[in-house]
Each structure stands twice: as C-alpha cells, then as structure tokens.
Nanobody, 125 residues
Framework: EVQLVESGGGLVQTGGSLRLSCKASGFRFDDAIIGWFRQAPGKEREGVSCIATSDHSTYGADSVQGRFTISSDNAKNTVYLQMNDLKPEDTGVYYC??????????????????WGQGTQVTVSS
C-alpha cells in the first residue's frame, strides 16, 4: 500500500522545537521528492521544505530558513523536519507529500501525488 504517515506534532511554546517524521511505504523512496507543507485555519496550504531523496538536495521557504532543517534516512524510508525557534505563525497542520521518480524538489503542491493525513503543530505565544 502506498502511504505516508506523519508523526511528531504537538503543542510547544514560542522558541521551542519539534521534529516531525514522515514514514513512507509502497513506492520507490530512494528516487523521489518529499515535501513538507502546512495549512493554518482559513489559509491555503503552503510549502515549507522539500528534499530529493536521490541526492539529498533540499529547498526551503524563506520563512523557515535558518530554523527548519529537512533530512532523509533512506534506510528507514523516513524524512524528518527539525523545527527550531518555533513561532506562533508556524501553527498549522503539517503534511508530507511525495512524488516518485523525480529528482528536483519544489515546494508547490502540483507535482505531489501521494499525501499523508497530517499532524497538528501548535505554537503558543
């Protein structure tokens, strides 16, 4: 079964940290792009960060540069999003998404055809 399962969300205070995990199965993980997206209430889904698992190249949104780090453990079919110095505006449901057989990642939703169910991140002020 093709699926992505996110975990690691929760409630944290401003300045705190969380690490999200995205466990993949059912597709060729080592030749794919994996993206993290988030959606706040009443807002559109926005791209946060992405990684190409073939060469571990990454790309991130300006709003998270220097605070969020994406990484991939291909042996575990898992992508991580380490989030530091969290701010209230980081609050939202975080989704991971994947597209197989692509090696340049982007943080727009269009190329991605596999989506997880999401994990809630809440940053209190």
């Amino acid at each position: 079964e093709v699926q992505l399962v996110e975990s690691g969300g929760g409630l944290v205070q401003t300045g705190g940290s969380l690490r999200l995990s995205c466990k993949a199965s059912g597709f060729r993980f080592d030749d794919a792009i994996i993206g993290w997206f988030r959606q706040a209430p009443g807002k559109e889904r926005e791209g946060v960060s992405c990684i190409a698992t073939s060469d571990h190249s990454t790309y991130g949104a300006d709003s998270v540069q220097g605070r969020f780090t994406i990484s991939s453990d291909n042996a575990k079919n898992t992508v991580y999003l380490q989030m530091n110095d969290l701010k209230p505006e980081d609050t939202g449901v975080y989704y991971c998404a994947a597209r197989e057989l692509v090696n340049v990642c982007v943080i727009v939703t269009r190329p991605y055809d596999i989506w997880g169910q999401g994990t809630q991140v809440t940053v209190s002020s």
